[in-house]
């Protein structure tokens, strides 16, 4: 079946340095999404990139979707306290975003004041 | 954005008890709606595909007489927990999709 791996599995970073979390998909996905888990909560949408090179930026955050569609990244320029937490790749191998979603391990993110 | 809603947010019972969890989408309607489960640092595994007025779609691996799903309504499924134990303590998370997904709060069961 479909897997998604993503690394790395931790990152412990001092405030205002970058971070980078990488998904690699086992087969060319229809659409990837990624979502932030703070401690205690629940995965909370960021972004979806469905076309392929497609790159999308929300503030400090760049998202990239690979040529093949099968890999993509996550950038924080800068991190702040507030950007602790889990980040989580899902790729969906089906047509539409609603489709089932097979999550990355996800990359826990430390950021130390 | 949509809102999805879970009940109980948490659940402790003894073993061999059966558990009810309540997924409820707020504003909008799910014909489909998707249960995951979630051990400590580890990511969401999709366990089942709830279809509204048919029977859910199991994930391989996922005992479908042990996690009972039933879709009454188009903004209601259930995933009932059969017979727990200790082992099937964790957080069960559902989403419901419109444009993308919207995850619930989740619901933390610990059997004892």
């Known amino acids: 079946g479909q897997q998604v791996m993503q690394i790395p599995q931790y990152q412990h970073v001092q405030e205002g340095e970058d971070f980078t979390t990488y998904c690699n998909s086992s087969?060319?996905?229809?659409?990837i999404q990624w979502y932030k888990q703070r401690p205690g909560g629940h995965p909370v949408f960021l972004i979806q990139l469905v076309k392929s090179g497609e790159v999308k930026k929300q503030k400090r955050l760049t998202f990239q979707f690979g040529e093949a569609k099968k890999n993509s990244s996550l950038h924080i320029t800068a991190t702040q306290t507030t950007d602790v937490g889990t980040y989580f790749c899902a790729g969906n191998a089906g047509g539409t975003s609603y489709g089932k979603l097979t999550f990355g391990q996800g990359t826990i993110l430390t950021v130390h004041p | 954005g949509a809102v999805v809603s879970q009940h109980p947010s948490w659940v402790i019972c003894k073993s061999g008890t059966s558990v009810k969890i309540e997924c409820r989408s707020l504003d909008f309607q799910a014909t489909t709606m998707f249960w995951y489960r979630q051990f400590p640092k580890q990511s969401l595994m999709l366990m089942a595909t709830s279809n509204e007025g048919s029977k859910a779609t199991y994930e391989q691996g996922v005992e479908k007489d042990k996690f009972l799903i039933n879709h009454a309504s188009l903004t209601l499924s259930t995933l009932t927990v059969t017979s727990a134990h200790p082992e099937d303590s964790s957080f069960y998370i559902c989403s419901a999709p419109i444009d993308t997904q919207y995850f619930g709060p989740g619901t933390r069961l610990t059997v004892l």
């Open positions: 087969t060319t996905l229809s659409n």
